[in-house]
């Protein structure tokens, strides 16, 4: 078998800092030292910008964290970091939720629209298709869905691109945090196809 298209190795780093208790992955093989170095620099960034989020610093605060591998095949690792912050006396703790998602044969990690082709009308298609779902699954929403940004949220799942929103931000606490997985294949004519997405495909 080709070595080049096996998954990466992962490896779990355990973070103890301050009132935090935090698993972070980490890439320890597979493809070469420099992609594994800048992957592994751009997981640490962001747990360390959640944790800032999470209220490290803040007195009487405990936060516990994890991670999980989402794709990690055909050249490509989506993953994602999650951490959950509880302040003493408050009605209830806080998770917050972030990803990635890697070439990793080079490392870069990938904003939503570099996924798409240039000029195509990627935020419309997402846009309906997550309006059918909130419709379908008749979702409470705290507000009218107004579409998603530029720098949405999002991983890849197998053959789909998962949308997903922050708690608080479409419906009430309760609910969770808002996931809508959208195929690969209804996506196709937009998608580049030499991308992360792309390499779903086939």
């Given at each position: 078998?080709?070595?080049?298209?096996?998954?990466?190795?992962?490896?779990?780093?355990?973070?103890?800092?301050?009132?935090?208790?935090?698993?972070?992955p980490?890439?320890?093989?597979?493809?070469?030292?420099?992609?594994r170095?800048?992957?592994?620099?751009?997981?640490?960034?962001?747990?360390?910008?959640?944790?800032?989020?999470?209220?490290?610093?803040?007195?009487?605060?405990?936060?516990?964290?994890?991670?999980?591998?989402?794709?990690?095949?055909?050249h490509?690792?989506?993953?994602?970091?999650?951490?959950?912050?509880?302040?003493?006396?408050?009605?209830?703790?806080?998770?917050?939720?972030?990803s990635?998602?890697?070439?990793?044969?080079?490392?870069?990690?990938?904003?939503?629209?570099?996924?798409?082709?240039?000029?195509?009308?990627?935020?419309?298609?997402?846009?309906?298709?997550?309006?059918?779902?909130?419709?379908e699954?008749?979702?409470?929403?705290?507000?009218?869905?107004?579409?998603i940004?530029?720098?949405?949220?999002?991983?890849?799942?197998?053959?789909?691109?998962?949308?997903?929103?922050?708690?608080?931000?479409?419906m009430?606490?309760?609910?969770?945090?808002?996931?809508?997985?959208?195929?690969?294949?209804s996506?196709?004519?937009?998608?580049?196809?030499?991308?992360?997405?792309?390499?779903?495909?086939?």
């Amino acid at each position: 078998m080709n070595e080049s298209i096996l998954p990466v190795q992962i490896g779990t780093k355990h973070l103890i800092e301050k009132q935090a208790d935090v698993y972070v992955p980490l890439v320890t093989g597979g493809t070469n030292a420099q992609a594994r170095k800048r992957m592994n620099e751009r997981i640490e960034q962001q747990v360390k910008t959640l944790l800032q989020k999470a209220g490290v610093s803040e007195p009487n605060t405990e936060i516990t964290g994890m991670y999980e591998i989402k794709t990690n095949q055909r050249h490509v690792l989506s993953l994602t970091n999650s951490q959950y912050s509880y302040t003493q006396s408050a009605a209830h703790g806080m998770t917050y939720l972030r990803s990635l998602t890697f070439d990793t044969t080079t490392g870069k990690a990938y904003r939503l629209n570099e996924l798409f082709k240039p000029g195509s009308p990627y935020q419309q298609v997402i846009n309906e298709q997550i309006k059918q779902q909130i419709a379908e699954r008749d979702l409470p929403l705290l507000a009218p869905f107004e579409g998603i940004a530029p720098n949405q949220f999002f991983y890849i799942a197998d053959k789909a691109l998962v949308i997903y929103f922050q708690l608080y931000d479409l419906m009430p606490y309760a609910y969770g945090f808002p996931y809508f997985p959208i195929s690969v294949y209804s996506l196709a004519s937009i998608v580049k196809e030499d991308g992360p997405l792309g390499r779903m495909m086939y």
